[in-house]
Nanobody, 125 residues
């Protein structure tokens, strides 16, 4: 069983930046990491994914150019760097892990069997 632990959520002003961390107990080149968020009353949505096999990051259009992910393999940790934050970016952020073919990842929650507990991000003045 892969364990994931998110951290780094906080209250931040619009236009600010935040970096979330996702520690993964079992991290190899076969895992890809998805970042998801869920606002109150809304469905969970994928915002970014990281393919550990080739180190590439992908974002959905609403956060393209503002969010990016990276990994420190020695620390078994993947990061989500969020810049130019907007109030609509608020929500509980989750990281998830799953095995994918080489150089692929997904924004679909159903494709990830392992999840963290989530961390709250609030963007407000």
């Amino acid at each position: 069983q892969v364990e994931l632990v998110e951290s780094g959520g906080d209250l931040v002003q619009p236009g600010g930046s935040l970096r979330l961390s996702c520690y993964i107990s079992e991290f190899s080149g076969y895992y890809s990491i998805g970042w998801f968020r869920q606002a109150p009353g809304k469905e969970r949505e994928g915002v970014n994914c990281f393919s550990s096999s080739d180190g590439n990051t992908h974002s959905v259009q609403s956060v393209e150019g503002r969010f990016t992910s990276s990994a420190d393999y020695a620390k078994y940790t993947v990061y989500l760097q969020m810049n130019s934050l907007k109030p609509e970016d608020s929500g509980v952020y989750f990281c998830a892990a799953g095995r994918f073919p080489y150089a692929t990842c997904s924004f679909e929650a159903s494709e990830y069997p392992n999840w963290g507990q989530g961390t709250q991000v609030t963007v407000s003045s």
